[in-house]
């Protein structure tokens, strides 16, 4: 089956620092991802979501780039503003899932002044 | 204005009592979903509905079962609540494949 996999589940930086946070995954098809944010005490809602023709999305300073040779998705900004901090979920949901989304377990962002 | 609505925001139960957390969304969204969110297990699908009365089983269904009635209302339902329950629930709606889900503010459930 899918899933979905990222390997830290706390990052702390410094504000100004650039971000990277891991997401691989595995899917039997071609799958579609997507990065959510959650801020403290919000509901979660979409950051990006991975393109079907390789443009690399972006929102809000952060882009991701899907690699399909080595499964990976990972979200990065060049700079991080202390709003930043959030849960990060990285999401795959294959075309022929039927509207299933699997999610990772989530990395916390902290950016320290 | 699309939203997702959750009820109770709040809600302590005691152990062996039924729950009953609603949701809706006011964007005609076929597919609804219903998550739970644990510290460090992320989100784990429970239900997903795909319209009125076509429901399947998420990854966790174990404990629940759920209620859509109406395309725009999707009900979860604990009968005999247990402590390990305990947790946020999350409601969430999409229009179909590959296309981004809505989610509600989260449901926090207390089973004492």
Redesign the interface.
């Known amino acids: 089956g899918d899933s979905v996999t990222q390997t830290e ?1 706390l990052v702390t930086l410094t504000e100004g620092l650039p971000v990277m946070l891991n997401c691989t995954y595995q899917s039997t098809y071609s799958p ?1 991802l997507f990065w ?1 944010v959650q801020h403290l005490n ?5 950051l990006l ?1 991975s393109f079907t023709d390789n443009k690399r999305p972006e929102h809000q300073g952060f882009h991701a780039t899907l690699h399909k040779s080595s499964s990976s998705f990972h979200l990065q900004k060049s700079s991080a503003q202390l709003s930043d901090s959030a849960l990060y ?1 990285c999401a795959l ?1 294959n ?1 022929e ?10 990395t916390q962002l902290i950016i320290q002044p | 204005d699309m939203k ?1 609505t959750q009820m109770p925001r709040y809600l302590i139960k005691r152990m062996g009592e039924n729950v009953l957390l609603e949701c809706g969304q006011d964007m005609s969204h076929e ?1 609804m ?1 219903w ?1 739970r969110q644990d510290p ?6 429970i239900y ?1 509905s ?1 319209d009125v009365d076509s429901n ?1 089983e ?1 990854d966790i269904p174990k404990g629940y079962r759920v209620s859509r009635k109406k395309r725009e209302h999707f009900s979860l339902i604990l009968d005999s609540a247990k402590t390990n329950q305990t947790s946020v629930y ?1 409601c969430a709606s ?1 229009s ?3 296309n ?7 449901s926090r459930l207390i089973v004492v």
């Open positions: 589940g579609f959510y919000e509901a979660p809602k979409l979501k979920y949901r075309t899932g039927a509207d299933r989304l699997t999610f990772g377990k989530g | 997702v597919t979903y998550y460090g297990l992320g989100l784990q699908l997903i795909y399947s998420g999350f999409s179909g494949t590959g981004t889900l809505y989610f509600g503010e989260g």
